[in-house]
């Protein structure tokens, strides 16, 4: 049996974790592809930059916000507990939400369009979904119910590290963080098919698609995981799942049926206006 210490390395004393070096490998790799994205398409990757140095941390906080008002009952006997980031506890769809308002402030202030760059960021923020889960691997964490070894090994035919890894207290668990990465990774390989088909998808279309399809495998994966942040007797992100769902398909059968026609995203080229709003 293979053993990962969650802890790759102590720094001045402190430990480092696979886990945010996991986090801050799929940040970088999903900054850099949409940076390269922004150039090819003759946009100012320099402004962009400008706006992920806001947006990435302000993500942060937004994800431990998220997590922390959910599981307000424990944090308000434990107000020391809040910032304790590093003790576990953020929601991607709090970061999410949060780098949206960001985004959005930002693109308006300086007359971006809004709908190209969430375009731009759609697939790269679920390829950066799909690594970062292999953190929960490393953290044996956000895995689903019980399961049997033999459903691991014959039926899906997984590898002996991860089946090890789903071996917890002598029970063997689901490996969810293996089924949302594998669905946010076949998710990435069809957005960026679509995006770059010629006058195929209109501005706006690659980001409600991210939505969509996000939303519909996360409200599955998340009826199996055994850490859901509840309201009342629903599980939390599945209801946020549902609603994005209905809305973001919604939004895509309107927008390609009844809106106006925007421009397609093959399209749709540089420079943002450089004047900025006053």
Known sequence: MIQINPVAFHLLGLPVRWYAIIIAC???????????????????????????????????????IYYVLFEWEYYSQHLGQIIAIWNGGIAIYGGIIAAVI??????????????????????????????????????????????????????????????DRMLINGSYYHPTFLYESVWNLLGVGLLLFLRRKKN???????????????????????GLRTDSLYLGPFRVSQMLS???????????LYRRYHQEKAPYYSQFHGPFKKVRKS
Do not use: C
Request: proline residues 2%; aromatic residues 16%; without cysteine.
């Open 242 to 252: 549902l609603i994005l769902f209905i809305v973001g398909g919604s939004l895509f």
């Open 200 to 222: 195929f998808l209109r501005l706006g279309d690659t980001a409600l698609l991210y939505v969509i399809w996000y939303a519909f495998g996360r409200f599955f994966i998340e």
């Open 102 to 163: 960001t985004a959005y402030v930002y693109a308006r202030r300086w007359g971006f369009s809004v709908r190209f760059l969430a375009d731009v960021a759609a697939p790269y923020l679920l390829l950066a979904q799909a690594i970062g889960r292999w953190g929960n691997f490393v953290n044996r964490e956000a895995h689903g119910g019980l399961t049997s070894e033999s459903f691991l090994r014959e039926v899906l035919h997984l590898p002996s590290f991860i089946v």
């Open 26 to 64: 799929a940040m970088l790799l999903s900054v850099e592809l949409a940076l390269r994205e922004v150039e090819r398409k003759g946009f100012d990757s320099d402004r962009v930059m400008d706006l992920l140095m806001w947006a990435i941390p302000l993500g942060f906080v937004g994800a431990r």
